[in-house]
């Protein structure tokens, strides 16, 4: 059973920084893809960044595309958001995701597997 945890939220001014980390157990992600939503209140949740376990591909949202980084740590199991010059647009509960593809899927019911998400919020 793979599961997902999630860490690094928080409250932050705008113009900061965060690093959101999400640790893999049950499963090596070599063949799979993972990525960020988000969910801000009263919104649909929306795809933030994903990537290829296997080589490394990734793809941002527009809204996110020179502020945001996705990353992995390989021995680590672990995926990684680093949040760079956040708005209070980006405050939301961010979760980690999952699926058994090597591509990057863009619509949440793509995705197998998902964490519990973690609150980021930016002050004005």
């Not at 990525?35 to 290829?52: D, I, N, T, Y």
């Not at 647009?89 to 793509?110: G, M, N, Q």
Request: aromatic fraction near 12%; charged fraction near 20%; hydrophobic fraction near 35%.
């Amino acid at each position: 059973q793979v599961q997902l945890l999630e860490s690094g939220g928080g409250l932050v001014q705008a113009g900061g920084s965060l690093r959101l980390s999400c640790v893999v157990s049950g499963h090596t992600l070599g063949t799979y893809a993972g990525g960020w939503f988000r969910q801000a209140p009263g919104k649909e949740r929306e795809f933030v960044a994903g990537l290829s376990w296997s080589d490394g591909t990734t793809y941002y949202e527009r809204f996110v595309e020179g502020r945001f980084t996705i990353s992995r740590d390989n021995a680590k199991n672990t995926l990684y958001l680093q949040m760079n010059n956040l708005k209070p647009e980006d405050t939301a509960v961010y979760y980690c995701v999952a699926r058994t593809s090597r591509a990057i899927a863009l619509t949440a019911p793509d995705y197998n597997y998902w964490g519990r998400g973690t609150q980021v919020t930016v002050s004005s």
